[in-house]
């Protein structure tokens, strides 16, 4: 379930550091959002979510931020640990839960 | 903690062939789905599945392509003359009655030789 990651934009950093994720999505009529983390050889695994009509949600250790101006959302991870080493995928559901995936980002975290 | 299932793991197979990849979703769920992921791209949507029908499909999802749910605990995808682009890593996933939060199983890995 690994995205190769040849041509897969990568974040590195270092344990403890915060890291962000950026994502763009296309659609403006998009009401729904979410972030999947995707490890080595695993599916995608639920992160986070946020509708339209918020512009922040946090959960634990994780805040996803929504620019509907500039159609734009972030997830950030604080205080980020090795284990958190995987993909991440923004998708957005375009109706009935078809989600449209971004592309990835690669986060590493060196201890 | 709950968890979809899928199995094989791995599927080989030769150009032609049909293959069903299967799905066990969670218990509770009603609303089923399988995405597919071919090597270095992005997760791509199949096909949604609601109340025994189709709810919504993409442009892959051919006449190639159809699911099933044969039991109550059972979701398939058949492929019914693979084609070397066909391979790919496949998910199954379900969501419950809110119809938001989907859990995808670990895939299964198709590989058409």
């Known amino acids: 379930g690994e995205s190769v990651g040849l041509h897969l934009p990568t974040l590195s950093v270092q344990e403890g550091d915060n890291s962000i994720i950026n994502c763009a999505y296309s659609?403006?009529?998009?009401?729904?959002f979410i972030w999947y983390k995707q490890e080595s050889g695993k599916g995608p695994q639920f992160i986070i979510d946020?509708?339209?009509?918020?512009d922040k949600r946090q959960g634990q250790r994780v805040t996803v931020l929504l620019n509907k101006t500039v159609k734009h959302l972030s997830l950030q991870i604080a205080a980020t640990q090795p284990g958190d080493s995987a993909v991440y995928f923004c998708?957005?559901?375009?109706?009935?839960?078809?989600?449209?995936f971004g592309t990835g980002t690669r986060l590493l975290v060196s201890p | 903690e709950p968890e979809v299932t899928q199995t094989p793991s791995h599927q080989v197979t030769q150009m032609g062939q049909e293959v069903i990849l299967r799905c066990v979703p969670i218990?509770?769920?009603?609303?089923f789905y399988w995405y597919r992921q071919i090597l270095g791209q992005k997760v791509e949507f199949l096909v949604s599945?609601?109340?025994?029908?189709?709810?919504?499909k993409s442009e892959i999802f051919d006449d190639q392509f159809s699911v099933e749910r044969p039991d109550g605990s059972n979701f398939t995808l058949k492929i019914r003359s693979t084609k070397l682009e066909d391979s790919a890593m496949y998910f199954c996933?379900?969501?419950?009655?809110?119809?938001?939060?989907?859990?995808f199983g670990s895939g299964t890995q198709l590989s058409v030789l």
């Open positions: 996933a379900s969501s419950g009655d809110n119809n938001e939060k989907l859990f």
């Open positions: 659609n403006s009529a998009s009401d729904y």
């Open positions: 946020i509708r339209s009509n918020m």
């Open positions: 998708a957005e559901n375009t109706g009935f839960q078809k989600l449209v």
């Open positions: 218990s509770n769920h009603l609303y």
């Open positions: 599945f609601y109340n025994n029908e189709i709810s919504e």
